[in-house]
C-alpha cells in the first residue's frame, strides 16, 4: 500500500472534512450514518470498505451533495456544502462521479457521451469535442472514440465513464463501486487507470469498494460498520 499523504493539525490541504454526519431514514427508524468524523488530504487516493448496509454509499452521496444530511457538517476544499447556494453547480465542477454501472447513453459515441457531460468552456480553451477527445486519450480509448456503448466491452464502457467524470477537471472524484460490475482482468485496467489519473493530474479520489485486493492499491483503506467508521 502506498503512503498516505499528510495532512498538518491546522487542517491545511484538506480535500474532504466531515464532522459529526448522520443520516437517518424511514422516519428515524433506520441511521444510515452515525456521527462519521473523516478526514481526506487534497491528492489522495481512499478506499471506504465494509458490509452492505453500513453507510459507505450514503456517505459518497453526501460528498456528491446528492443527498443531504440529518446532522453533521461537510466541507468539500473548505466549502461547507450545507451553506452552499448552488449545489448543481458544485456536482457539474467541482466532483466527478462513477457508479458501479456506466450509465453511458446507447444512441452516443463514446466522443460524445464524453462531450455531453461538459459545462460551457472560456474563450480560448479547448473546443468540447477537443477536450473529450483529450480525456478518451488519456483512458486509452481513442480508438474507440466512434464506438457506442454496445460495441465496448464492460471495462472500455467503465472506462467511457470516468473520462465523462473528468470533463469538467474535477477536483475530487467519488467512485461508488467502480470495479463491481467487471471481470477479473477489466478491474485490473480500471484500477491501474484510477491509480495513474491520481499521479497525473492530482485528483482526489474516495472510492467504495467490496474488493480487497482493489482497496489494496490506495493509499488509505477506512473501514465502515453499521454507520460508523471503524479506522480512518
Not at 499523504?5 to 452515525?34: F, I, M
Not at 446532522?71 to 462513477?98: C, H, P, Q, W
Amino acid at each position: 500500500m502506498a503512503e498516505a499523504y499528510q495532512v498538518d493539525e491546522r487542517g491545511a490541504g484538506l480535500a474532504v472534512e466531515v464532522v459529526g454526519l448522520t443520516k437517518v431514514y424511514s422516519d428515524g427508524n433506520v441511521r444510515a450514518l452515525d456521527g462519521v468524523d473523516l478526514q481526506v488530504a487534497e491528492r489522495e487516493f481512499v478506499a471506504v470498505t465494509g458490509p452492505s448496509g453500513c453507510g459507505k454509499s450514503t456517505l459518497l452521496h453526501l460528498l456528491a451533495a446528492l443527498d443531504t444530511p440529518t446532522s453533521g457538517t461537510v466541507r468539500i476544499f473548505g466549502a461547507d456544502l450545507g451553506r452552499m447556494k448552488n449545489l448543481a453547480k458544485y456536482r457539474r465542477e467541482e466532483v466527478g462521479l462513477v457508479f458501479q454501472f456506466h450509465n453511458l447513453l446507447p444512441q452516443l459515441t463514446s466522443l460524445e457521451n464524453v462531450e455531453i457531460a461538459m459545462v460551457r468552456h472560456e474563450h480560448g480553451a479547448p473546443s468540447h469535442k477537443e477536450k473529450a477527445a483529450q480525456l478518451l486519450e488519456l483512458v486509452e480509448l481513442a480508438h474507440a472514440a466512434d464506438r457506442k456503448p454496445a460495441q465496448l466491452s464492460g471495462g472500455e464502457r467503465q472506462r467511457v465513464a470516468i473520462a465523462r467524470a473528468l470533463a469538467n477537471d474535477p477536483r475530487l472524484l467519488l467512485a461508488d463501486e467502480p470495479t463491481g460490475s467487471l471481470d477479473s482482468a477489466s478491474v485490473k485496467v480500471v484500477v491501474a487507470l484510477l491509480t495513474r489519473l491520481r499521479e497525473q493530474t492530482g485528483t482526489t479520489i474516495v472510492m467504495v469498494t467490496h474488493d480487497d485486493s482493489v482497496a489494496a492499491v490506495t493509499d488509505r483503506v477506512i473501514h465502515m460498520r453499521d454507520g460508523r467508521i471503524l479506522d480512518a
